[in-house]
């Protein structure tokens, strides 16, 4: 309601399969040529994403691609089925680290980046490499790319006149979010605060079209379309000092949305934790990132670069996080 329909659906989201369609053990780990773990840490989440992986599996895409040179998802589809059908104990990203400034511009091979940079440019490239066929496209039709069918989900704003109380809603969609967490200490606060309505600044005068004229009013963010898989970056720059913020935050293995909706009543929504990126060191600008991902067995293990070791649920759970991926 009050949102832009698409006029095509570039991928129907009843072909998108949540649960793993092959079970096995974790694949390999990923060998670190220096400065490389925000890559490796950000590859691994997205191999042991299951609707992605599944996809890239049956090789549907580079059947049908007519990208000429770089291709984001033809080069996943490639890395996903090394990582997880190799026998070796660790495998070289070549391809990702040949192709990096394909992925983000600002990327420079053998320098210390982030990895919720890395990610959010792995999405958009993955995303432009789906639309690469379908040019001069409606941005509506543009959501609903195979992409925005796992990771995308749309945010409302909706602002009310505290003088008539008339709203004004608008929509924006997103593949991640990040979270201000500086005053909070957990997950699911941060989140009731991001929904809480704000009163809005003098100095952001809304014009309420009903009023004809500039009036206090109220802003609150609610989810509006939940994605399949959740990526959440629990933002550790201090936005004052520049600082890490090095301090625990409480996150679930289980997560419902339902609360976070525009339309809070019906159903829970849940989600369950398949991943998380964890960030080592002193300042966000140097350090060490590994991640836990749980593999198709279902099991958890501590990815860190070319190490794959089994670990259990209470030990991810008990991680300073910095990313956390949640899956429908």
């Avoid at 599944?54 to 996903?80: A, D, K, P, R, W």
């Avoid at 409480?250 to 960030?279: F, W």
Wanted: aromatic share 8%.
């Amino acid at each position: 309601k009050g949102m832009a329909l698409s006029q095509r659906i570039l991928f129907p989201p009843e072909k998108i399969c949540m649960d793993w369609q092959q079970r096995q053990r974790p694949g390999a780990g990923l060998l670190n040529l220096g400065n490389t773990c925000y890559i490796n840490v950000i590859l691994q989440c997205l191999t042991y994403t299951p609707p992605l992986a599944n996809y890239l599996l049956s090789h549907e895409h580079s059947q049908s691609c007519q990208q000429q040179g770089f291709c984001m998802m033809c080069l996943m589809e490639v890395h996903i089925s090394k990582v997880l059908h190799s026998s070796a104990s660790a495998i070289l990203p070549g391809a990702v680290l040949r192709d990096l400034k394909f992925i983000g511009e600002e990327f420079e091979y053998g320098r210390q980046e982030n990895a919720y940079e890395f990610l959010h440019c792995a999405l958009n490239a993955m995303q432009r490499a789906c639309l690469c066929a379908s040019r001069n496209m409606d941005i509506s039709s543009q959501e609903t790319t195979i992409v925005h069918q796992i990771f995308g989900g749309f945010m409302r704003s909706r602002v009310t006149c505290l003088n008539c109380q008339a709203v004004t809603d608008s929509y924006k969609a997103f593949l991640d979010v990040s979270l201000d967490i500086s005053a909070a200490s957990s997950l699911t606060t941060v989140l009731e605060d991001s929904v809480t309505p704000k009163e809005l600044d003098l100095n952001e005068c809304f014009k309420c079209s009903k009023c004809k004229k500039k009036v206090a009013a109220s802003k609150r963010i609610t989810i509006h379309q939940a994605p399949r898989v959740l990526t959440l970056c629990l933002e550790r720059v201090d936005q004052w000092t520049g600082k890490k913020i090095s301090k625990f935050v409480d996150y679930p293995e289980y997560l419902d949305l339902r609360p976070y909706m525009s339309d809070t009543a019906g159903e829970p929504l849940l989600c369950s934790l398949y991943a998380i990126v964890v960030h080592s060191g002193d300042t966000c600008l140097e350090g060490h990132f590994l991640c836990y991902t749980k593999a198709s067995n279902g099991l958890w293990y501590k990815m860190d670069d070319e190490s794959v070791d089994r670990c259990d649920a209470p030990t991810v759970l008990r991680q300073q996080a910095y990313l956390l991926f949640y899956a429908r």
